[in-house]
């Protein structure tokens, strides 16, 4: 990012619309051209507004990444140990057919026929002699279907450390992707700041204006579990808003929707998208305090209702956990657990 220099007014009449054009010049300059009629406050609450929807959505592809990763992580331990398992069963059949190598190398490789010939009993020889080459049948087709065995697993462990690793490629893309990110959050919150108080609340004031009269007051939980998730997250608030967490210092959207349900005894998906399916669909006017609410059509942003039109959640970076309106942005869907 280029410095930003702001052109000091020369007299009291024209000092604001001074202030005003140096404003404009620094929303071009660090997020882009906007159009003529725009004014500074309004190009910044929109692009701040965009940039918040764009980390929102990276955080969120983040967590499913790394939920992922976590899984093949313990798909891969739990290969392993099935590999040394076997492993250990292989070595105990080769012990074994080493005893009878040995054994026969022991006899001096006599002649069958011989050993007949000169055997105080022939039929006690050749019933030994039947068993031990069943024996030897069996364990060589035992060592053969656990070498086959290893062999799948070895190539099931390759495979599954390839997707690990593609993973977390994936991973450090989004990581990057959402470093960008905060850094456009860094320059669009400095910008923000630029502006006058009175203007600063009045953009506050809009991020959390919406109609909370879209549904009556939602009567008591519709379970204990969501009860005790909705006391949870009340517990939450005032906690703040940190990338990636779930608590209990600090939360993303989806992160206290996990942790609130998780204190309860119920375990649920890591990111808004999946916690969308985590239960059953109902309409927004027959929502009930715990019940999830989803935002947006890429269901990139979610919260729980907590009655009387309200939600709480994790709003945005710099914004701690919090009421809002329920109505607060376009609701795609709500879910009760």
Not at 18 to 47: C, K, N, Q, W
Not at 250 to 270: H, K, M, N, T
């Amino acid at each position: 990012m280029g410095s930003h220099r702001r052109i000091a007014p020369s007299s009291g009449s024209d000092r604001g619309a001074v202030v005003a054009l140096g404003l404009l010049s620094a929303a071009a300059t660090a997020l882009g051209a906007v159009p003529a009629a725009a004014t500074p406050f309004d190009d910044t609450r929109a692009e701040v507004d965009r940039l918040y929807r764009e980390a929102e959505k990276a955080t969120e592809a983040y967590n499913e990444a790394d939920e992922r990763c976590d899984g093949l992580r313990r798909e891969i331990a739990t290969a392993q140990d099935k590999i040394a398992r076997r492993q250990e069963r292989v070595n105990t059949v080769r012990e074994s057919l080493g005893s009878l190598a040995g054994a026969q190398y022991r006899s001096g490789g006599f002649d069958p026929s011989l050993a007949l010939l000169f055997a105080d009993d022939p039929e006690d020889y050749l019933a030994k002699a039947s068993v031990l080459d069943r024996i030897t049948v069996h364990q060589a087709g035992e060592l053969k279907r656990l070498r086959g065995a290893l062999r799948s697993l070895a190539q099931d462990r390759a495979e599954a450390a390839g997707k690990l690793g593609a993973l977390e490629k994936s991973r450090r893309a989004v990581a990057a992707h959402k470093r960008t990110v905060e850094r456009k959050l860094a320059e669009a919150r400095r910008l923000l700041n630029s502006l006058p108080a009175g203007e600063r609340a009045t953009w506050d004031r809009a991020t959390r204006s919406a109609r909370a009269d879209l549904l009556g007051p939602g009567g008591t939980p519709a379970s204990a579990r969501a009860a005790a998730a909705l006391a949870a997250a009340r517990a939450a608030l005032g906690k703040p808003y940190v990338w990636g967490a779930n608590g209990p210092a600090g939360f993303d959207c989806s992160g206290l929707i996990q942790w609130s349900y998780a204190q309860a005894g119920v375990s649920l998906p890591r990111t808004s998208q999946a916690q969308r399916y985590a239960g059953r669909q109902v309409p927004l006017s027959e929502a009930r305090p715990g019940d999830l609410v989803v935002y947006r059509s890429d269901a990139g942003h979610v919260g729980m209702y907590a009655g009387n039109g309200q939600v709480i959640h994790a709003p945005y970076p710099g914004a701690p956990v919090r009421y809002d309106p329920v109505g607060m942005m376009p609701v795609s869907s709500v879910t009760r657990v």
